[in-house]
Nanobody, 121 residues
Framework: EVQLVESGGGLVQPGGSLRLSCVGS????????MTWVRQAPGEGLEWVSA????????YYAESVKGRFTISRDNAKNTLYLQMNNLKSEDTAVYYC???????WGTGMDYWGKGTMVTVSL
């Protein structure tokens, strides 16, 4: 059974930092591109970032480019999202999702349950 478990969310002040983690199990982690997607309160899903199977290629939404960094440790089956200079508009539930291929470009087939990030004074 594929499982994705996110952690690392919480309350942070504007300008602060958080690092999210996502541990995958039930599949060969380093065979697949992985991605982060978020959903702000009352809003739809917004794609945030993705990385190819080996972390060699990374992709970012314009809204987070230069502030967020996606990475992965395949030995630990873990995906990360380092978030710096956080803004109130980054407040959202952050989901980790597995894609269907080793490179970014296909859809997501499994999702975690999400971790809440709140950016507020």
């Amino acid at each position: 059974e594929v499982q994705l478990v996110e952690s690392g969310g919480g309350l942070v002040q504007p300008g602060g930092s958080l690092r999210l983690s996502c541990v995958g199990s039930g599949f060969t982690f380093d065979d697949y591109a992985m991605t982060w997607v978020r959903q702000a309160p009352g809003e739809g899903l917004e794609w945030v970032s993705a990385t190819a199977w080996n972390g060699g290629m990374t992709y970012y939404a314009e809204s987070v480019k230069g502030r967020f960094t996606i990475s992965r440790d395949n030995a630990k089956n873990t995906l990360y999202l380092q978030m710096n200079n956080l803004k109130s508009e980054d407040t959202a539930v952050y989901y980790c999702a597995k894609t269907g291929d080793h490179i970014w470009g296909t859809g997501m087939d499994y999702w975690g349950k999400g971790t809440m990030v709140t950016v507020s004074l």
